[in-house]
């Protein structure tokens, strides 16, 4: 499985690579202002080249790929028919819809959002804003997980803090024999995470359970072989870094840590003792400025084998450990 950035903002809608050239197309040639949309009839060009001026006055990302991508999902059509097709009319009702889809995101609103759904690890998921909107470094932690299980039949796994559920649901989609737990602290996120493995036809145990209290290694019954966690990492301190499309739409319970940006490794590290089995693994994701942090909270743990691993920007985002093996 390689891993991709999601197909919103990796890959066409027929998996062909969303290149560079999107942005560099001239959308400006229709004559007159181009954030204004044209009178009627409206075209695939017009409103793709009002739907990049748009997007690009608001200072978004990608706009040119972003109005492309919300014209193809809102008509139904290919960005093949839109390239070869540019003249060609589209229905007024279409036209209403992306133009309120351009809007939200304008305003900062997640494409993801927008679309209802986002790409992980080759599986369409359902999202909201009751949960995270899954990363592409996410991903990366699935990969590291399936390697560490690789020698493991039929390996029983806890996701903490499923969300979504992607981290879980990959990992069954990828592992058939496994058996996956996944809780969450949010009965909103679990609606999202459960309506994901009914669609995907996925047999994932979701539980609510939070991590931060003496019952949850009752709630979720061990031993497992893997332990494996997204948690809120970002402290309450750089709340105003982020952006305001992660700021003001991804939920703050699965964001933010408090104060101390490690912990929830703290409680994981002490979990991972009683829940995993000998010689099962801790692999979490981390803020790239506290990993060597979270080394250390699994060092003092007793866990060992503790690695830390980069993402593909180069970031340390990867934290590994296992439960010692009795001698």
Not at 157 to 170: W, Y
């Amino acid at each position: 499985m390689t891993v991709s950035a999601g197909k919103p903002f990796g890959s066409d809608a027929d998996g062909s690579a969303v290149g560079a050239s999107d942005e560099d197309v001239d959308d400006t040639s229709s004559a007159g202002d181009p954030s204004a949309m044209p009178s009627s009839p409206q075209t695939r060009r017009s409103c793709i080249t009002y739907g990049t001026a748009t997007l690009r006055r608001a200072g978004r990302d990608a706009p040119r790929r972003t109005a492309i991508w919300l014209l193809c999902d809102i008509a139904g059509l290919s960005r093949a028919s839109v390239y070869g097709y540019p003249e060609e009319p589209v229905e007024p009702d279409v036209v209403d819809d992306f133009t309120e889809a351009v809007r939200r995101r304008a305003e900062g609103e997640p494409l993801q959002h927008i679309l209802g759904y986002d790409e992980f690890f080759g599986l369409r998921l359902r999202v909201s804003p009751d949960v995270l909107v899954p990363r592409p470094e996410t991903e990366e932690v699935v990969e590291y997980a399936l390697k560490a299980m690789r020698s493991v039949d039929a390996p029983r796994v806890l996701d903490a803090g499923t969300g979504s559920g992607c981290i879980a649901l990959a990992l069954k989609s990828e592992r058939p024999d496994a058996q996956v737990m996944a809780c969450d602290v949010s009965e909103a996120a679990l609606d999202v995470a459960r309506a994901n493995a009914s669609r995907l036809a996925l047999d994932v145990d979701f539980r609510r359970a939070d991590m931060l209290t003496d019952d949850f290694a009752a709630r979720c019954q061990g031993p497992f072989d893997l332990l494996i966690s997204n948690p809120p990492y970002i402290p309450e301190g750089e709340a105003e870094t982020l952006s305001d499309t992660v700021r003001e739409y991804d939920p703050h319970l699965a964001l933010f840590s408090g104060e101390d940006a490690l912990r929830f490794y703290r409680v994981l590290a002490r979990h991972a003792g009683g829940m995993l089995a000998p010689g099962g693994r801790l692999i979490v994701e981390t803020h790239a400025h506290y990993a060597s942090g979270v080394a250390d909270v699994f060092g003092d743990a007793g866990l060992t084998n503790i690695q830390v691993e980069q993402d593909l920007a180069g970031r340390p985002r990867i934290a590994m450990a296992m439960k010692p093996v009795a001698d």
